[in-house]
């Protein structure tokens, strides 16, 4: 029984396993529909979504299975006290495997001790987001057909946005990755991730404040909203929230196979206009994210197809 919290507990030959099974899938999706045929998911989600919840539910019965769950915190026991623990394993008795996100950082790890099948980590606060990293991983093989010798600008809000800190864990296996971190000071790329991650790894990386100077050197630009809902004070978040809007303006300097992408949701750091730039590749991605899930889904049920 195997549990994804950590975009690293997948080795990349593993995630390798997982493009070719999200391509096959795309390919050849009939090969798929009763895949899952009488298991259940189980969405546990604390915390708002619309992508995560809803892709992990047509996964779910794209492959002939079933979806039970909750979408938000309040309509479950936990407004009443119950434990992460009990939660997991209650769902456990009905489910056949778990996508969880919560708000507190480590719930689905702690979900995944006591649950006695696979644990799906949705998201967990400011820390990691594991399955937007799978989508992410997708749309940068299909679009770049590479992962090797890219620089990849992560842009916003980095102290808080956890699609950032995975995807710097999933590419900083790759040969050749430097990243620009663009930021304002007050939303910085945690230090755990630069002592963890980049320095032992010797990953090229440097933070900068000026999105249009990094702008020429890019392959990939990763765009992220300010996370409103991690701030403890409002005057900072209305401060910090339009630091970076990205405008067809902006992208003038850019270069022509530039991939521009978001986990979204977006509030205001891409401008609509940028959407029909052949370069715009966020809602490529929402649909990656929903073949990757379903081969996530396979693995940890051990389904062969
Ligand atoms: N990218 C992402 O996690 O979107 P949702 O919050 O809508 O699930």
Do not use: W
């Amino acid at each position: 029984m195997r549990s994804v919290i950590d975009i690293m507990d997948l080795s990349l030959e593993e995630i390798d396993g997982l493009l070719n099974t999200a391509e096959d899938i795309i390919a050849n999706p009939k090969k798929y529909a009763d895949a899952c045929r009488g298991k259940k998911l189980a969405t546990l989600f604390f915390e708002p979504s619309t992508r995560t919840r809803l892709s992990f539910e047509a996964a779910m019965y794209e492959l002939g299975g079933n979806v039970i769950g909750f979408s938000e915190a309040s309509s479950s026991s936990s407004a009443k006290g119950e434990s992460i623990s009990d939660t997991a394993r209650t769902i456990s008795c009905y489910a056949d495997i778990i996508a969880m996100r919560h708000p507190k950082e480590g719930a689905p790890y702690v979900a995944s001790l006591k649950a006695t099948v696979p644990v799906i980590n949705a998201g967990d606060g400011g820390h990691n987001h594991p399955t937007q990293t799978l989508a992410d991983l997708l749309t940068i093989k299909r679009e770049k057909g590479r992962f090797d010798s890219l620089t990849i600008g992560l842009c916003g809000d980095l102290k808080f946005g956890r699609t950032v800190h995975s995807l710097i864990s999933a590419m900083s296996r790759y040969s050749n990755v430097r990243f620009v971190m663009i930021s304002p000071d007050e939303l910085k790329i945690p230090d755990y991730v630069k002592q963890n991650v980049l320095i032992p790894k010797g990953i090229e990386y440097k933070e900068v404040k000026s999105l249009e100077e990094a702008m020429p050197e890019l392959d990939i630009l990763y765009m992220t909203r300010v996370q409103k809902e991690r701030f403890f004070n409002e005057a900072d978040y209305i401060r910090l929230k339009d630091t970076y809007i990205l405008t067809p303006e902006k992208l003038s300097g850019a270069k022509d196979d530039l991939c521009i992408m978001h986990p979204l949701p977006r509030v205001n750091e891409i401008s609509v206009a940028v959407d029909d730039d052949k370069r715009a590749c966020y809602f490529k991605q929402v649909l990656n994210g929903k073949y990757m899930r379903m081969a996530l889904i396979l693995k940890l049920l051990e389904v062969e197809v």
